[in-house]
Nanobody, 127 residues
């Protein structure tokens, strides 16, 4: 059974940094795509970043390009999303999601592609 647990959210001032963690079990990063999504109050959930093939594929939303990086620690099956130069518009509930991608080179980026979801971690960026 795939299980995802996010952590690392909190309140930070604009310009600050945060590292979000996604602890995964029941899957392998080499065959699963992992996506980060966020949902701001009153808005639809939107993709932030995605990775697959054990980190060989990655993609970032235009809104976070240059401010976000992904890294993974295989020994504890945890994916990290590091975000810097945070803006108030980065505020939202951040979710980690997983989908089986096999050995292909197509990275899933739509939330409808992901059947497994964590409960989320809240990020609030104050101005």
């Amino acid at each position: 059974e795939v299980n995802l647990v996010e952590s690392g959210g909190g309140e930070v001032q604009a310009g600050g940094s945060l590292t979000l963690s996604c602890a995964a079990s029941g899957l392998s990063f080499s065959t699963y795509c992992i996506g980060w999504f966020r949902q701001a109050p009153g808005k639809q959930r939107a993709g932030v970043a995605a990775t697959g093939r054990g980190g060989l594929m990655s993609k970032f939303a235009d809104s976070v390009k240059g401010r976000a990086t992904l890294s993974q620690v295989k020994v504890n099956n945890t994916l990290y999303l590091q975000m810097s130069s945070l803006k108030p518009e980065d505020t939202g509930m951040y979710y980690c999601a997983a989908a089986y991608c096999g050995g292909g080179w197509t990275l899933k980026t739509a939330d409808s592609d992901y059947p497994h979801w964590g409960r989320g971690t809240q990020v609030t960026v104050s101005s």
